[in-house]
Nanobody, 116 residues
């Protein structure tokens, strides 16, 4: 069964770093533009970043520009999100999906908690 598995989250202090991973199985992630999304408690899921499949062009929501970097390793069927200088407002469950997010089911996500 095709699936997406996110990992790498955890508890981190403000200003710290984390690297999230999104590994696909059952299909070639490299065939698609992939996005990272997050959902904070009580809020709607929002797009954070994406990376195109054809030319590797990346985009970021304004709140993470200059702090987060998305990359992909098609040989490993994996997309990454490097999170630097994290802030408490980055606390959320992070998910990956195609962009637009048509893949179902969503993965379980990975919890990122930024707190001192």
């Amino acid at each position: 069964q095709a699936q997406l598995v996110e990992s790498g989250g955890g508890l981190v202090q403000p200003g710290g770093s984390l690297r999230l991973s999104c590994e696909a199985s059952g299909f070639r992630l490299g065939d698609y533009t992939v996005g990272w999304f997050r959902q904070a408690p009580g809020k709607e899921r929002e797009g954070v970043s994406c990376i195109s499949n054809r030319d590797g062009i990346t985009s970021y929501t304004d709140s993470v520009k200059g702090r987060f970097t998305v990359s992909r390793d098609n040989a490993k069927n994996t997309v990454y999100l490097q999170m630097n200088n994290v802030k408490p407002e980055d606390t959320a469950v992070y998910y990956c999906n195609t962009d637009p997010p048509w893949f179902r089911p969503w993965g379980q996500g990975t919890q990122v908690t930024v707190s001192s």
